[in-house]
């Protein structure tokens, strides 16, 4: 196998069939896609039966009991078997060439980690006119200082080359707290200007959407997961409302994509 697609849902079922159909469209056909329900109460399930019964290379495992998004994830990641470790989450989007550049950038590069640009669209899926590009090199270091410059639905890394990860047990950040995971096995994450992904924003009830407390869960992710000494732990607390409010050290971009309705 040469791609695992990682994919945690709860209650996405709006958006879920919009995501699975973005995969089934790669050029790269070698995949595998592990979709963990965790304990959806809406229609998930009966949105994704006629994928199932017609792929063969599409999985639905469902959690016992609501754990939340780094359960999903790492449910879904003991299940995968592909060289290359992709993240897509149940409403977000790729296009159609994004596996095949990814790869292919990946080899050039001699990169086992990579992330690449984004383009935002709102909760119905109008165009934000808003693209997110990555750093072309983001080391551990970086990646804290700019508070996860990385989009998660871009992210993908080399199993083979770097072996299994476990996500942090976070419920916020856990994408960012695994990204710092790998940057202990190699130097860096190598990014693409190429917008290959497009991130869902503001969806309510997300985890995401709720803004308030994740300076609880950064101090989490440094102080208690990363170990990070206390006046360290505030520095990077720090760099991140200040990353947050002022945007300084991300690279956004206004440009539209072709469609106005994604």
């Given at each position: ?5 990682i ?25 595998e ?14 949105i ?8 063969p290379?599409?999985?639905y ?32 989007l790729?296009t ?24 935002c669209m ?59 995971q ?27 959407s ?12 440094y ?14 607390v720090?760099?991140w ?22």
């Amino acid at each position: 196998m040469l791609v695992s697609i990682i994919m945690p849902s709860y209650n996405c079922g709006r958006y879920i069939e919009k995501s699975v159909q973005s995969v089934l469209q790669q050029t790269v056909k070698d995949w595998e896609l592990q979709i963990v329900d965790d304990c959806s109460t809406d229609h998930t399930y009966e949105i994704l039966q006629p994928y199932l019964e017609r792929n063969p290379n599409i999985h639905y495992y469902r959690m016992p009991y609501n754990q939340g998004p780094a359960a999903a994830r790492n449910e879904a990641l003991k299940r995968a078997s592909g060289k290359y470790i992709a993240f897509l989450d149940s409403d977000d989007l790729w296009t159609p060439d994004k596996l095949e550049k990814q790869i292919d950038f990946m080899k050039k590069k001699k990169a086992s980690f990579s992330a690449a640009a984004y383009a935002c669209m709102d909760e119905q899926g109008n165009d934000l006119h808003t693209v997110c590009v990555p750093p072309k090199k983001t080391d551990y270091r970086k990646c804290i200082r700019c508070s996860n410059p990385m989009g998660n639905l871009t992210i993908m890394y080399d199993q083979e080359a770097l072996g299994r990860f476990e996500v942090p047990d976070i419920k916020k950040r856990n994408d960012f707290a695994l990204w710092l995971q790998i940057l202990k096995k190699t130097e860096y994450c190598y990014g693409m200007e190429d917008v290959l992904g497009i991130y869902r924003m503001g969806r309510s009830g997300s985890v995401s959407s709720n803004k308030i407390r994740q300076a609880k869960y950064h101090w989490q992710l440094y102080h208690e997961i990363e170990k990070h000494g206390m006046l360290r732990s505030i520095y990077e607390v720090g760099c991140w409302a200040f990353v947050k409010g002022t945007g300084i050290g991300l690279d956004r971009r206004k440009m539209g994509m072709k469609n106005e309705k994604l």
